[in-house]
């Protein structure tokens, strides 16, 4: 990218007249900086060690020292927006693949390609501008509306059994996920297939994550306690479901469902605690021995 055109693109300000025209890369890790680099310098102390290995450009919000007039130094007003509209600029022709928000988590908690990149902040855009050929994927509606070339990502039939409440097996595998995420978990491997991208069944998400406890509220070992906490459930459009499936599955335990308002409820026997918007606290090991005789 030519440097007037960066400038022109990003609102920035030049400080100086550099020697250099145009970068061709765009990082804010000195590790990463290749000849041609803009290095965005979030910490202006990283700065000598870009410029040393080959950065033709130093973005930065407040100006710097230039301690090389030959490369160009370029102030902005925001960092975060010039990361976004170069990134944008940079991906405007480029496939977008989006999601919901949960076949999204999955797909990240599974993929072990390094072309794949989960776009949820600066930091990914700033990952997939130093990407040749990147494969984008988003639940960000923002982007969605923004960039013309988005794919939705579509499920497809597969054999997933129930194993426990928690477990699902695919195939001979046992995977870390809940049977009532189906179709959420054929969304991800049908993209993982479609592109023959390296990922894994090893897996875990947050959502419907199950936390074993004793009667101190200790966590112990899976599997090794009669009480469970459920976490990283929400009351949102997959609720319904989720109720509907934890009443099934537990129909001669004594369940119970928490929120922020309820949360006094857990001193009573249970066996399933399922928290909903709200998150749960474990008692310290440490902290109860203060008391014990």
């Avoid at 710097?64 to 370029?74: G, K, N, R, S, T």
């Avoid at 902040?121 to 982007?143: G, H, Q």
């Avoid at 459930?233 to 309820?262: G, P, S």
Wanted: proline share 3%.
């Amino acid at each position: 990218m030519r440097i007037d055109t960066l400038i022109n693109l990003i609102g920035g300000e030049l400080l100086n007249r550099p020697y250099i025209s145009e970068v061709v890369h765009f990082t804010d890790n000195p590790k990463e900086v290749v000849r041609g680099s803009c290095f965005i310098a979030k910490d202006e102390r990283l700065v000598k060690e870009a410029i040393k290995k080959g950065a033709y450009a130093i973005l930065s919000e407040k100006p710097l020292e230039i301690v090389d007039e030959e490369i160009a130094w370029i102030v902005v007003s925001d960092i975060k927006r010039a990361i976004f509209e170069i990134f944008r600029y940079e991906n405007i022709k480029q496939k977008i693949f989006f999601a919901d928000k949960l076949s999204v988590e999955i797909i990240k908690s599974m993929n072990q390609d390094k072309k794949v990149v989960i776009l949820s902040s600066i930091e990914d855009y700033l990952k997939a501008l130093s990407i040749k050929n990147p494969i984008l994927v988003t639940c960000d509606e923002m982007i969605k509306r923004i960039f013309s070339d988005v794919e939705e990502l579509k499920p497809m039939d597969i054999e997933l059994e129930f194993v426990t409440l928690f477990k699902s097996r695919f195939k001979k595998s046992e995977i870390n996920l809940p049977l009532i995420y189906k179709e959420f978990f054929s969304k991800a491997i049908k993209f993982f297939k479609d592109f023959e991208l390296k990922h894994t069944l090893d897996f875990k998400i947050n959502r419907f994550k199950p936390l074993f406890i004793n009667h101190l509220f200790e966590e112990v070992d899976y599997g090794k306690s009669e009480k469970v906490v459920i976490l990283g459930l929400r009351n949102d459009e997959l609720f319904f479901d989720e109720l509907n499936y934890i009443v099934k599955n537990t129909k001669h335990a004594k369940t119970l469902f928490i929120d922020k308002k309820r949360k006094h409820l857990l001193k009573e026997p249970f066996n399933f605690a399922v928290m909903v918007d709200c998150d749960f606290e474990l008692s310290k090991r440490e902290e109860r021995r203060l008391f014990d005789d």
